[in-house]
């Protein structure tokens, strides 16, 4: 059965940078398209980013576009989210999903968190 497994999450000031990392096993990362999410307490789940199966094309929300850069490694089976320029913020549990399309939730990994903060 196929899993993922998001790692990277912390503490970071304003203006850092974290890189965040969904490594799969037991499918074959490059063949889902893998979605990135985040989520803080009460609020609503909130689409990232997003690259695609195969030629890897990418995907960013507006709020995060310039800043974050997300990339995969085939031959660690591992999606990237490199997030620089943070901005203050509470924490959020950042989320990978991978399914055929973005958005899609075939698999999804437990969360790592990450809290923007001075």
């Known amino acids: 059965q196929g899993q993922l497994v998001e790692s990277g999450g912390g503490l970071v000031q304003p203006g850092g940078s974290l890189r965040l990392s969904c490594a799969a096993s037991?499918?074959?990362?490059?063949?889902?398209?893998i979605s990135w999410f985040r989520q803080a307490p009460g609020k609503e789940r909130e689409g990232v980013s997003c690259i695609m199966r195969g030629d890897g094309e990418t995907y960013y929300a507006d709020s995060v576009k310039g800043r974050f850069t997300v990339s995969k490694d085939n031959t660690k089976n591992t999606v990237y989210l490199q997030m620089n320029s943070l901005k203050p913020e509470g924490p959020a549990v950042y989320y990978c999903?991978?399914?055929?399309?973005?958005?899609?939730?075939?698999?999804r990994g437990q969360g790592t968190q990450v809290t923007v903060s001075s």
């Open positions: 999903e991978a399914d055929m399309i973005c958005g899609g939730v075939y698999y």
């Open positions: 037991g499918f074959t990362l490059d063949r889902y398209a």
